[in-house]
């Protein structure tokens, strides 16, 4: 019998201080907000190497300070396979 965890890891995506047409170039959908923040969008990953990789891409694209992430489902579920 083995065990196989499945992460399931939902967030929060707040973006300020980018223009226009660098938010066009998110690879993501949201909505744009206008105000303190530029976009908003709320996303799934499977695991947490998942999240690190996605602030990296988003680090390059967009720079540092720029974006805030905000976990806000973290789940664990086991499933057991003969």
Do not use: C, Q, T
Not at 65 to 72: D, G, M, Q
Not at 73 to 82: G, I, Q
């Amino acid at each position: 019998m083995s065990r196989k965890e499945v992460i399931a890891l939902e967030v929060v995506l707040l973006i300020w201080g980018v223009r226009d047409e660098v938010l066009r170039k998110l690879p993501i959908k949201g909505y744009w907000l206008y105000g303190e923040y530029d976009f908003i969008a709320v996303l799934s990953f499977e695991n947490n190497e998942k999240l690190e990789e996605f602030k990296r891409e988003l680090y390059h694209l967009i720079g540092s300070e720029k974006f805030k992430i905000y976990p806000v489902k973290y789940s664990a579920r086991n499933s057991l396979h003969s």
